[in-house]
């Protein structure tokens, strides 16, 4: 039998949001791509200063039933640390959707997932973006099977083309291929969080440091990998400006994951540095003449490289390279739109499955 993670959803830290548990319980529901026996639930307080009390789990379709640690149906997962439940035998089925309930009396868990979009996990309130308690989800099975990670920033966090991409890749190779979110909203390659921006905390550290804790966790076996544009966007709008690194800095950040996916034959594949003129950081504007020199002496570097798929330029706008086409842009001139991010996820599998 074979251990693999199923789903995955970053952890960020989220101290500014209060009361995400005001009923005392969460139910949200995880589509399934691989089809087990038995699964477990992994449960995270990484940025909680005090133990999360847990007081019951509940897994199930129609019927839900219990899901324990150590035999015990409620517990408390300790603070900075996570644990994984005992292994349930409960079937799960690929293409079908798992729902779990949550119940603990901390009103204000400061250790959350984000998302934006619905393709992968969900809650039974259709506008809820953020989720306590489980953070992965395993299955045992006798079927090899394998990964893949979409690695970036809110771009990647929020779910739209990440979402649609690598539910694209589950439904044309069934029952293969474990799903990873690896986004975190702010995040920069280079550097940690550094900013005056209420949403700092949740920055997390750089993503040439993050990316090999996440490797080093579990292994992958496809990667798709966005990332630079906050280490532009951010410099200057509540970032120190002289944080804005050079399009070197920025090539040898990008190196070092492509040598990384080398050394643990990670079969990589870079996504050019999207369009932000007209982006607006706490109503400050974040794009400059500079700024935009940088991202195309890096675009230049990436269009070189043989595991590069050329995002920017097919979300550009037609008249203004500089600027996200409003077809893909949900309004603030740096982020996908719900339509857009589905559409350069269904445009990206189409892309990889041809350099497969």
């Known amino acids: 039998m074979t251990v693999t993670t199923a789903w995955r959803q970053m952890v960020a830290h989220f101290p500014n949001l209060t009361l995400q548990n005001p009923m005392g319980s969460q139910t949200m529901q995880i589509w399934q791509p691989l089809s087990a026996p038995r699964i477990r639930l992994e449960l995270a307080n990484d940025f909680g200063q005090q133990p999360l009390s ?18 015990q149906t409620s517990f408390s997962v300790p603070a900075h640390q996570r644990c994984w439940t005992d292994w349930l035998d409960y079937p799960v089925t690929t293409g079908e959707w798992l729902t779990i309930k949550l119940e603990s009396p901390e009103k204000q868990p400061v250790t959350l997932i984000q998302t934006l979009d619905h393709t992968l996990f969900k809650g ?13 989800l395993q299955v045992e099975r006798s079927a090899a ?20 991409l690598m539910q694209a890749l589950a439904l044309a190779q069934p029952d293969q291929w474990g799903l990873i979110n690896g986004g975190i909203s702010g995040n920069r390659l280079l550097r940690a969080g550094n900013s005056t921006s209420k949403w700092v905390a949740s920055f997390g550290a750089a993503g040439i440091e993050r990316l090999p804790q996440l490797l080093a966790q579990q292994s992958v076996d496809r990667l798709v990998a966005m990332a630079g544009l906050n280490d532009l966007l951010q410099p200057g709008v509540g970032t120190p400006l002289g944080e804005l690194p050079t399009a070197a800095a920025l090539i040898a950040g990008l190196q070092r994951i492509q040598r990384l996916a080398a050394q643990q034959a990670i079969k990589l594949t870079l996504l050019t540095i999207t369009p932000f003129k007209g982006a607006l950081v706490d109503q400050l504007p974040a794009w400059s003449p500079a700024k935009e020199q940088i991202r195309q002496a890096v675009n230049a570097y990436l269009r070189t490289q043989p595991a590069t798929i050329d995002l920017a330029s097919y979300v550009a706008d037609s008249m203004d390279s500089c600027r996200l086409a409003a077809q893909f842009d949900c309004g603030d001139a740096t982020h996908f739109s719900a339509a857009g991010g589905h559409q350069i996820g269904q445009w990206l599998w189409h892309k990889l499955a041809l350099t497969s």
């Open 54 to 71: 847990i007081t019951g789990i509940q897994v199930g379709n129609n019927t839900l039933i219990p899901i324990t640690w150590h035999g």
């Open 124 to 136: 039974i309130n259709s506008s809820q973006q953020y989720f306590w308690g489980v953070d992965a």
């Open 145 to 164: 099977t394998k990964t893949i990670m979409c690695f970036g920033d809110s771009l990647t966090n929020q779910g739209y083309y990440a979402g649609s």
